[in-house]
C-alpha cells in the first residue's frame, strides 16, 4: 500500500497561498505598517513586527526575505489602499475635471495622514540612513502613483480632454500643488491645522490651475477650457 502522501487524492497543499497564510500575510503588513512609521527602519526589529501580528519570526521570514522587502510592501500596500490602480481608469464619458478632483481627494488624504507625515518626517531627518531604503521607498509609493496618474494624462490626451506636451513634467506638477501650503504646515506640526474646508477649497483652486494650463480649449478662439 501506497503511504497516504503519495496518494493525489488525500495530498496537502503546502506553503503560501492558503486561507491562514493569507492571514497571517495582511498581519504582518499591518504591523509593518504600524511601526515602521512610528519608529523607522533601523528601530523596527523583525521580532517587534511577528511579535505584533502574533506569528512567529520563522512566519514573517516564510512571507518577506528581510526587512527591506517587508518595509517595500508595506509602503505599496498603504499606497494601494488609498488610490488603487482603478483610481487611474480613463472615463472618457465623465468631465476630466470630476477624474481630477477624485484622484486629487485620495492623494492628499494619503500624504496628510498621521503615518504618512510621521514616515516622511523620519525620510527628511535622515533617520533612514541608507540610500538604498530611500529609492525603495520612491519605487514602492511615490513612482508607482506618478507612473499611475501619468498613463491616465497621456488617455486624456489622446481623447482630446487635454493637451500636454510632457506629461511626466505635468504629473509632477499636480502633485505638488496638490501638497501646497497645507501639506508644509502638517510636516512642520503648526498649532493651527487646516480644516476639512480649507482642504477642500485648497484641492478644487489646484485643480482649477491644472486644468487652465492644460485642458483642451474650445473651437472658439480664447474660449475657455472644455474641460
Not at 19 to 28: C, N, S, V
Not at 37 to 61: N, Q, R
Request: net charge neutral; aromatic share 8%.
Amino acid at each position: 500500500m501506497k503511504p497516504a502522501s503519495a496518494n493525489p487524492s488525500v495530498a496537502r497543499p503546502c506553503g503560501p497561498g492558503r486561507p491562514k497564510d493569507l492571514e497571517k500575510r495582511a498581519a504582518i503588513l499591518a504591523a509593518a505598517k504600524r511601526l515602521f512609521p512610528d519608529s523607522g527602519f533601523e528601530g523596527t526589529s523583525m521580532d517587534a513586527i511577528a511579535a505584533d501580528a502574533g506569528v512567529s519570526k520563522l512566519t514573517v521570514y516564510s512571507h518577506f526575505r528581510d526587512k527591506e522587502t517587508l518595509f517595500t510592501a508595506a509602503i505599496r500596500e498603504r499606497c494601494e489602499e488609498q488610490m488603487p490602480e482603478a483610481l487611474f481608469d480613463v472615463d472618457l464619458q465623465g468631465p476630466v475635471r470630476g477624474q481630477l478632483e477624485a484622484i486629487a481627494r485620495a492623494f492628499f488624504t494619503l500624504v496628510a495622514a498621521p503615518e504618512s507625515i510621521a514616515l516622511h518626517r523620519l525620510l527628511a531627518s535622515g533617520s533612514i540612513a541608507s540610500a538604498k531604503l530611500a529609492q525603495l521607498f520612491w519605487e514602492a509609493g511615490p513612482q508607482r502613483l506618478q507612473t499611475g496618474f501619468q498613463a491616465f494624462l497621456q488617455q486624456e490626451v489622446a481623447a482630446g480632454q487635454l493637451v500636454i506636451a510632457d506629461v511626466p513634467r505635468a504629473a509632477s506638477q499636480f502633485f505638488c500643488l496638490l501638497k501646497g501650503e497645507l501639506h508644509a504646515r502638517l510636516l512642520c506640526g503648526c498649532p493651527s491645522q487646516p480644516s476639512q474646508a480649507d482642504i477642500d477649497d485648497h484641492l478644487r483652486a489646484s485643480v482649477d490651475m491644472f486644468l487652465r494650463a492644460y485642458a483642451a480649449r474650445s473651437p472658439v478662439a480664447g474660449g475657455a477650457p472644455s474641460a
